[in-house]
């Protein structure tokens, strides 16, 4: 199977994608799959691009991984 070969553009376009639909689920009570699905389409990304754009996807992965685990580790008072 061959690997998806995107242009710099489009990467950019999917990780912003990614980003924003990390802050939409923020409040959605199925949050923490909606993150866990966009962190590894983040890492998805990261896994197929090259240099500069590798790098930005990591970015992209771990700020949602982060996001996942700030609002995971909030417990109701």
Do not use: C, F, N
């Amino acid at each position: 199977m061959r690997r998806p070969r995107w242009s710099d553009r489009e990467i950019s376009e999917i990780l912003g994608y990614l980003l924003t639909e990390a802050e939409r689920v923020d409040d959605m009570p199925d949050r923490e799959r909606r993150l866990a699905y966009l962190v590894g389409e983040a890492w998805h990304v990261a896994d197929r691009a090259e240099g500069e754009r590798k790098a930005d996807a990591v970015d992209v992965a771990l700020a949602i991984d982060a996001r996942m685990q700030r609002k995971g580790s909030r417990r109701p008072g």
